[in-house]
């Protein structure tokens, strides 16, 4: 059977994305990721040894993200779900049949072994938004490409380009590529699928067209179903084990603590384990079931990195499980691959360089009396000799020579359409990125003014009044600001492109000097407040979230982007005026809230705070008895817990315990 690549429909229960916080994300992103023991680790790196290779050291300190700039929160969402179709790519030969989500990051929803029929991922049977990702929306489940920084990528939730090209072996592959914002990159993700191959193939291109080196983050990950049987095999017998409790150790593979780790209900807290894959290894990664079956991830050695993420057998692994998807539905573990050991580092990408490799996915049956047996040893060879006999290591270096032969081929036929940062970014600064086009005509409203500024040298006014549109950080867009006539619009952008440079004190003056002459003031007075409340002055921010409020308020023509800068600004002013102790300005903002904002989670929990900060703690408690759900719930927040042992020493209800770290740390 030829490989056939077609459009397609996904009917799926989904909850809507809903717009965009229009408020820049001038504060750094959350630790959750961080690690808080770096200097207590000694240098070391020889086997069995505790401590930090130097290159894994260095990494770790190079470049870790302290903005989310340019990029905007997505927060929008809520939980209420209906059918929807997602536009769909299928790619399907006699072995395997891929189903990729171009409108969202790309990711691979399901990959079927067609001669067993069996589902090697686990397929998220809803479309759920959560607070996951770097700037907010992600789902769970299948493959997704994860770029930019720490975390999942902020184009989780967005669309790529995505057209055929013909393939090495005389097919076609599909290929998808963006603008990635964090860092200016461009990257390109080729899924090719032999003709006759039990693999798919994904081909991998980062590229840094610019003059300065680069941080790279790159991991795929790899949802897969999580049983009482499943186990993770990988060739390697030491892991780093990083918790929400941030801190990374050594620890050994497979028994740690009394439990097999490579089991993913034997953990209790969620956790992730890097694999030491032993140097000059082939690297793989693979999940069978307790029959030997499952799916295998190998790649060509340029992505060394393997991973085990667990939710983990305990309270809040499982409350967070059920919150991902639908009541019923069978939970999940991942596996992962990436550039370095861990996903604490970024790897330097030289000025006009690129990374590229080639990854492989596939079904794998190994001996299961072997692959469940106590020897770790045996385990690991009889997976791996398995792989080696379906999938050569020689094959997939040969597989990449003949893909990298077409990483620069045109695409053919478009299937999707992306956004337009990479054309804006392309059209100034010249890049030549054969492969990977984007097009002038991609951009749209939210380029157009950027377009104009590098052209005219002007930042245009909008035609209508509406809240700022996204702002842009890079320093050739400061630069332009910098010299444009000084509106209050561009000087608004322009305190928010210092703000991201470090120039504290300059984006402070450059918003003060928008604010003397704006018709609209809630922009410049929120950056104002965000300011005042990192600077250490909670009482001022908060006089400025006031204000900015009330001026919002006024100005509001209602509508979707209006609602959706009442309820951002409505959310960081009540926690603002809260935390200074200023409750009747809190009260205040509350009643100037749109009644339907008030319904929201996040609201909810700001109306419990308010009442007992007012005193009136069985009224708090009602709130929490009544129900509620935060939608916008962040990986790793404690804030229900938090609230609740204000109000209360009974233990914390079941459908808040979302708690990812032991008691105490």
């Given at each position: 059977?030829?490989?056939?690549?077609?459009?397609?429909?996904?009917?799926?229960?989904?909850?809507?994305?809903?717009?965009?916080?229009?408020?820049?994300?001038?504060?750094?992103?959350?630790?959750?990721?961080?690690?808080?023991?770096?200097?207590?680790?000694?240098?070391?790196?020889?086997?069995?040894?505790?401590?930090?290779?130097?290159?894994?050291?260095?990494?770790?300190?190079?470049?870790?993200?302290?903005?989310?700039?340019?990029?905007?929160?997505?927060?929008?969402?809520?939980?209420?779900?209906?059918?929807?179709?997602f536009e769909t790519i299928v790619i399907e030969n006699a072995h395997l049949r891929a189903v990729v989500l171009p409108g969202l990051g790309?990711?691979?929803?399901?990959?079927?072994?067609?001669?067993?029929?069996?589902?090697?991922?686990?397929?998220?049977?809803?479309?759920?938004?959560?607070?996951?990702?770097?700037?907010?929306?992600?789902?769970?489940?299948?493959?997704?490409?994860?770029?930019?920084?720490?975390?999942?990528?902020?184009?989780?939730?967005?669309?790529?380009?995505?057209?055929?090209?013909?393939?090495?072996?005389?097919?076609?592959?599909?290929?998808?590529?963006?603008?990635?914002?964090?860092?200016?990159?461009?990257?390109?993700?080729?899924?090719?699928?032999?003709?006759?191959?039990?693999?798919?193939?994904?081909?991998?291109?980062?590229?840094?067209?610019?003059?300065?080196?680069?941080?790279?983050?790159?991991?795929?990950?790899?949802?897969?179903?999580?049983?009482?049987?499943?186990?993770?095999?990988?060739?390697?017998?030491?892991?780093?084990?990083?918790?929400?409790?941030?801190s990374l150790r050594r620890v050994p593979v497979p028994g740690w603590e009394g439990a097999d780790r490579t089991y993913p209900l034997r953990?209790?807290?969620?956790?992730?384990?890097?694999?030491?894959?032993?140097?000059?290894?082939r690297p793989w990664i693979a999940s069978l079931n307790a029959a030997g079956q499952g799916l295998v991830q190998t790649s060509t050695a340029?992505?060394?990195?393997?991973?085990?993420?667990?939710?983990?057998?305990?309270?809040?692994?499982?409350?967070?499980?059920?919150?991902?998807?639908?009541?019923?539905?069978?939970?999940?573990?991942?596996?992962?691959?990436?550039?370095?050991?861990?996903?604490?580092?970024?790897?330097?990408?030289?000025?006009?360089?690129?990374?590229?490799?080639?990854?492989?996915?596939?079904?794998?049956?190994?001996?299961?009396?072997?692959?469940?047996?106590?020897?770790?040893?045996?385990?690991?060879?009889?997976?791996?000799?398995?792989?080696?006999?379906?999938?050569?290591?020689?094959?997939?270096?040969?597989?990449?020579?003949?893909?990298?032969?077409?990483?620069?081929?045109?695409?053919?036929?478009?299937?999707?359409?992306?956004?337009?940062?990479?054309?804006?970014?392309?059209?100034?600064?010249?890049?030549?990125?054969?492969?990977?086009?984007?097009?002038?005509?991609?951009?749209?409203?939210?380029?157009?003014?950027?377009?104009?500024?590098?052209?005219?040298?002007?930042?245009?006014?909008?035609?209508?009044?509406?809240?700022?549109?996204?702002?842009?950080?890079?320093?050739?867009?400061?630069?332009?600001?910098?010299?444009?006539?000084?509106?209050?619009?561009?000087?608004?952008?322009?305190?928010?492109?210092?703000?991201?440079?470090?120039?504290?004190?300059?984006?402070?003056?450059?918003?003060?000097?928008?604010?003397?002459?704006?018709?609209?003031?809630?922009?410049?007075?929120?950056?104002?407040?965000?300011?005042?409340?990192?600077?250490?002055?909670?009482?001022?921010?908060?006089?400025?979230?006031?204000?900015?409020?009330?001026?919002?308020?006024?100005?509001?023509?209602?509508?979707?982007?209006?609602?959706?800068?009442?309820?951002?600004?409505?959310?960081?002013?009540?926690?603002?005026?809260?935390?200074?102790?200023?409750?009747?300005?809190?009260?205040?903002?509350?009643?100037?809230?749109?009644?339907?904002?008030?319904?929201?989670?996040?609201?909810?929990?700001?109306?419990?705070?308010?009442?007992?900060?007012?005193?009136?703690?069985?009224?708090?408690?009602?709130?929490?008895?009544?129900?509620?759900?935060?939608?916008?719930?962040?990986?790793?927040?404690?804030?229900?817990?938090?609230?609740?042992?204000?109000?209360?020493?009974?233990?914390?209800?079941?459908?808040?315990?979302?708690?990812?770290?032991?008691?105490?740390?």
């Amino acid at each position: 059977m030829a490989t056939t690549v077609r459009r397609s429909v996904l009917t799926l229960p989904a909850a809507p994305l809903g717009p965009e916080n229009p408020l820049p994300a001038l504060r750094a992103p959350d630790g959750v990721h961080a690690l808080d023991d770096l200097p207590q680790l000694p240098l070391g790196g020889a086997p069995g040894r505790e401590g930090l290779s130097r290159d894994m050291a260095r990494q770790i300190g190079y470049e870790p993200l302290r903005s989310l700039l340019p990029v905007r929160i997505r927060d929008g969402y809520q939980r209420q779900r209906s059918e929807v179709e997602f536009e769909t790519i299928v790619i399907e030969n006699a072995h395997l049949r891929a189903v990729v989500l171009p409108g969202l990051g790309g990711r691979i929803h399901s990959l079927v072994h067609l001669p067993t029929g069996r589902e090697l991922l686990y397929r998220n049977p809803v479309f759920q938004p959560a607070n996951f990702a770097l700037n907010g929306a992600w789902f769970s489940g299948g493959i997704e490409w994860n770029l930019g920084a720490t975390g999942h990528t902020t184009l989780s939730c967005a669309p790529l380009h995505a057209a055929l090209v013909p393939a090495p072996d005389g097919g076609v592959m599909v290929r998808l590529w963006e603008w990635e914002r964090l860092r200016d990159l461009p990257f390109q993700v080729d899924l090719w699928l032999p003709e006759d191959s039990e693999f798919l193939y994904v081909g991998v291109r980062v590229r840094n067209p610019h003059e300065r080196p680069a941080p790279v983050y790159w991991w795929s990950n790899i949802a897969v179903p999580e049983d009482a049987g499943t186990r993770v095999l990988a060739p390697a017998d030491q892991a780093w084990h990083f918790g929400y409790e941030r801190s990374l150790r050594r620890v050994p593979v497979p028994g740690w603590e009394g439990a097999d780790r490579t089991y993913p209900l034997r953990s209790v807290y969620p956790a992730d384990f890097f694999y030491e894959v032993e140097a000059g290894a082939r690297p793989w990664i693979a999940s069978l079931n307790a029959a030997g079956q499952g799916l295998v991830q190998t790649s060509t050695a340029r992505l060394r990195g393997r991973k085990l993420f667990v939710w983990g057998a305990g309270e809040g692994g499982r409350r967070w499980q059920e919150w991902l998807t639908e009541p019923g539905t069978g939970g999940y573990a991942e596996i992962q691959a990436g550039l370095a050991r861990t996903q604490l580092e970024h790897v330097r990408l030289e000025a006009g360089a690129e990374f590229s490799w080639l990854e492989a996915y596939g079904a794998l049956s190994a001996d299961p009396a072997a692959v469940h047996g106590d020897d770790w040893a045996a385990a690991r060879a009889a997976a791996g000799t398995a792989l080696e006999t379906a999938l050569p290591g020689p094959a997939v270096d040969a597989a990449y020579q003949a893909w990298r032969g077409c990483a620069d081929t045109e695409p053919g036929e478009r299937l999707a359409a992306g956004s337009g940062w990479g054309a804006l970014e392309v059209l100034r600064g010249g890049h030549k990125l054969p492969g990977t086009p984007f097009a002038e005509d991609t951009i749209e409203e939210d380029q157009a003014p950027w377009l104009e500024l590098w052209r005219t040298g002007v930042f245009p006014a909008p035609r209508r009044v509406t809240p700022p549109g996204p702002s842009l950080v890079a320093p050739h867009w400061r630069d332009m600001l910098e010299t444009a006539p000084a509106d209050p619009l561009t000087e608004y952008h322009l305190g928010v492109a210092q703000w991201h440079a470090g120039d504290i004190a300059q984006a402070v003056r450059s918003w003060e000097r928008g604010l003397a002459l704006a018709p609209s003031r809630w922009p410049l007075l929120r950056c104002l407040a965000v300011a005042d409340d990192l600077a250490g002055d909670p009482a001022r921010a908060a006089r400025w979230y006031a204000e900015a409020f009330e001026d919002l308020t006024q100005e509001s023509r209602g509508g979707v982007s209006w609602l959706a800068a009442e309820s951002a600004l409505g959310r960081e002013a009540l926690a603002s005026l809260l935390a200074a102790g200023l409750r009747p300005q809190a009260r205040t903002v509350w009643d100037r809230l749109r009644p339907a904002l008030r319904d929201e989670g996040r609201f909810r929990l700001s109306a419990a705070r308010l009442l007992a900060a007012e005193g009136h703690v069985g009224a708090a408690r009602r709130v929490f008895e009544e129900g509620f759900e935060l939608a916008d719930l962040r990986e790793g927040e404690e804030t229900l817990s938090e609230v609740w042992a204000t109000l209360t020493d009974r233990p914390l209800p079941a459908a808040y315990n979302f708690r990812m770290r032991p008691p105490g740390e």
